[in-house]
């Protein structure tokens, strides 16, 4: 069973940036791809942004291309997702999520994923 813990998250202002983390245990990273995914009060699960198990692909959703940035570090078993130009509507709580070689892309075209975290919340204040 693959655990995920995320870390990072916090209260900012419009504009700021902030750096989450995803710590893997009990499976490499190098088998797995890893999400990003969030969800607001009273909204439904968004998918984020996602890096291939190898490292070499991603994808991202709409909302935050070209502000955010997925990456994973494989000797640490770690991931990250960069935050930049945060907006209020950004405010959500943050889950990473995996999957074993599984394609980025259909990760973020289904929304779903087989392992999760148990979020980290971030608001982003006008």
């Known amino acids: 069973q693959v655990q995920l813990v995320e870390s990072g998250g916090g209260l900012v202002q419009a504009g700021d940036s902030l750096r989450l983390s995803c710590a893997v245990s009990?499976?490499?990273?190098?088998?797995?791809?890893i999400g990003w995914f969030r969800q607001a009060p009273g909204k439904e699960r968004e998918f984020v942004a996602a890096?291939?198990?190898?490292?070499?692909?991603?994808y991202y959703g709409d909302s935050v291309k070209g502000r955010f940035t997925i990456s994973k570090d494989i000797a640490a078993n770690m991931g990250y997702l960069q935050m930049n130009s945060l907006k209020p509507e950004d405010t959500a709580k943050y889950y990473c999520?995996?999957?074993?070689?599984?394609?980025?892309?259909?990760?973020?075209?289904?929304?779903?994923?087989?392992?999760w975290g148990q979020g980290t919340q971030v608001t982003v204040s006008s």
């Open positions: 009990r499976r490499a990273i190098s088998e797995l791809t």
């Open positions: 890096i291939s198990w190898s490292g070499d692909t991603t």
């Open positions: 999520a995996a999957d074993r070689f599984r394609s980025d892309e259909t990760m973020g075209v289904q929304n779903t994923a087989r392992y």
